[in-house]
């Protein structure tokens, strides 16, 4: 898919490597993978139609495409969820109740031809790529080389906004739901479907994913190479708003974008704790870091190990603060990513503003030194 043409001497027409990403590439204008999303032509991986109605998982699919992050994709309810739509109603002048109800349905109608799943083949090189036990000792921990995912499973998860349970969920012994049990297929295709030493899913394996979009990748919109790969790996494309202001309220546990007056995105966060309480006021933003090193200092963060020292951990997205740091005005505090996606909104933070990787990815193309940021209860 990614590559010119060219013909050798036979007359035989071959493909012409293109640029190396480092990843397969959609195609050479859009540099998001090759599982992208694409709801203006058939996909030839998606021949498999999804046997079951999934109206909550479209929903979230549709919220998080539009910039209301319903959170973790599991096509059930919950407080992201219902945070998303009220983001939702709140832009579309409709009453803000949280709830799928008949108003909002309608104007979420507008995407009904979006399916809450497609079918994806990961990617062969996934199968020659690293993944890392990530020991719980700060000293081991920085003298790792890099905190990436720990199975190829919890990479795809992340890719498409989920977890490992719910993708075994849409994927009944290892085959896409909708394409037969494995008694069906032949006795090497059902092999080939389960076998993987990593976990659930292996490389060049069909599966069936969320169907979550806004991944395209504009050639030359990123500099950086490194988080390049990093939105690819996050499904999260380079066309975001620009807004200039972000408002986090503690009490609702949510992120606020705006445009002016015009709110344009919405996410769920964890802010602060007992110990570490959200400093309330408005910050300026000085800078925001990629892929970042993580200095564990046990004395800041009140740990009660204080005597190990401080450490340095490598990036990756299962260090502490995820894949990016947009760091504050106020000193030791930022908005950052997570290892753990699905406590976003239920766990407490040291203090800062904490997403999952693929919104805070989000937000940092939105956001730059000229946004205001403010806290409030």
């Known amino acids: ?186 006795e090497g295709d059902a092999k080939e479907s389960v076998s993987s030493s990593e976990g659930y899913f292996a490389a060049g394996q069909q599966v069936r994913v969320p169907n979550i979009g806004a991944d395209r990748i504009e050639k030359g919109a990123i500099e950086d190479r490194d988080w390049q790969t990093t939105l690819a790996s996050l499904g999260v494309g380079t066309e975001q708003p620009e807004v200039d202001r972000i408002v986090v309220s503690k009490a609702g546990k949510t992120l606020k974008a705006y445009q002016g007056d015009e709110l344009v995105a919405l996410f769920t966060v ?20 990629y892929n970042p090193p993580y200095q564990y200092d046990p004395e800041v963060l009140g740990k009660d190990d204080a005597e190990g020292g401080v450490h340095t951990f490598p990036p990756g997205p299962n260090g502490p603060v995820g894949v990016v740091w947009i760091d504050l005005s106020k000193e030791h505090y930022g908005i950052h990513g997570t290892p753990d996606p699905e406590t976003i909104g239920r766990a407490q933070s040291s203090g800062c503003v904490r997403l999952t990787n693929w919104d805070a990815a989000r937000l940092a193309g939105m956001v730059s030194q000229s946004t205001r940021v403010i806290f409030e209860s």
Request: glycine letters at 8%; zero cysteines.
């Open 270 to 289: 964890s802010s602060g704790s007992s110990e570490f309480p959200l400093p309330l006021g408005e910050w300026d933003i000085v800078g925001e870091a």
């Open 1 to 186: 898919m990614n590559g010119a043409e060219e013909e050798n001497d036979t007359g035989t027409v071959e493909a012409e490597p293109a640029e190396d990403y480092g990843y397969e590439t959609y195609d050479e204008n859009n540099l998001a993978d090759s599982m992208a999303s694409n709801d203006e032509e058939s996909r030839q991986d998606d021949v498999i139609p999804d046997p079951e109605e999934r109206p909550i998982m479209q929903a979230q699919v549709v919220l998080d495409r539009q910039g209301w992050g319903p959170g973790v994709i599991d096509g059930k309810m919950g407080m992201s969820t219902e945070n998303a739509l009220r983001g939702f109603q709140e832009a579309n002048d409709l009453e803000i109740t949280g709830e799928l109800d008949e108003a909002t349905e309608a104007a979420l109608a507008d995407w009904d031809s979006i399916p809450a799943t497609r079918v994806v083949t990961i990617p062969e090189s996934w199968g020659d790529a690293r993944y890392y036990e990530i020991p719980e000792d700060p000293a081991e921990k920085a003298e790792m080389e890099r905190l990436g995912y720990k199975s190829l499973d919890e990479r795809l998860a992340e890719r498409f906004h989920t977890t490992v349970e719910v993708l075994r969920e849409l994927n009944p012994n290892g085959r896409p739901a909708g394409a037969g049990s494995p008694a069906e297929a032949s």
